[in-house]
């Protein structure tokens, strides 16, 4: 059973940093795209960043310059280095793994708050 293991929310001023982290287990991930996305009170959903196993990267516009999505050699682990960072970026930070031609796996969730 694939399981996601998040860890790096918390509170922080405007400005700061934060890192998130996220290691899948329970599965075989050779092949996979893995990564973060978000939910803000009153809004859907929306992605953040993702990497692929090969290292290719995508950025949510709001985030670019200001977030760095990187993963570990031969793991199914990501960190998200949040920099930079307003209070509109307050939120519940989701991690997702989709599995060479499997459903997507998702974490439990994890708070960021940034206060102004």
């Known amino acids: 059973q694939v399981q996601l293991a998040e860890s790096g929310g918390g509170l922080v001023r405007a400005g700061g940093s934060l890192t998130l982290s996220c290691t899948a287990s329970?599965?075989?991930?050779?092949?996979?795209?893995m990564g973060w996305y978000r939910q803000i009170p009153g809004k859907q959903r929306e992605l953040v960043a993702t990497?692929?196993?090969?290292?290719?990267?995508n950025y949510a516009d709001s985030v670019k310059g200001r977030f760095t999505i990187s993963k570990e050699y031969n793991r199914a682990t990501v960190h998200l280095q949040m920099n930079g960072l307003e209070p509109e970026d307050t939120g519940v930070y989701y991690c997702?793994?989709?599995?060479?031609?499997?459903?997507?796996?998702w974490g439990q969730g994890t708070q960021v708050t940034v206060s102004s």
């Open positions: 990497i692929t196993n090969l290292g290719r990267r």
């Open positions: 329970g599965g075989r991930f050779d092949i996979f795209t």
């Open positions: 997702k793994i989709t599995p060479y031609r499997r459903d997507d796996y």
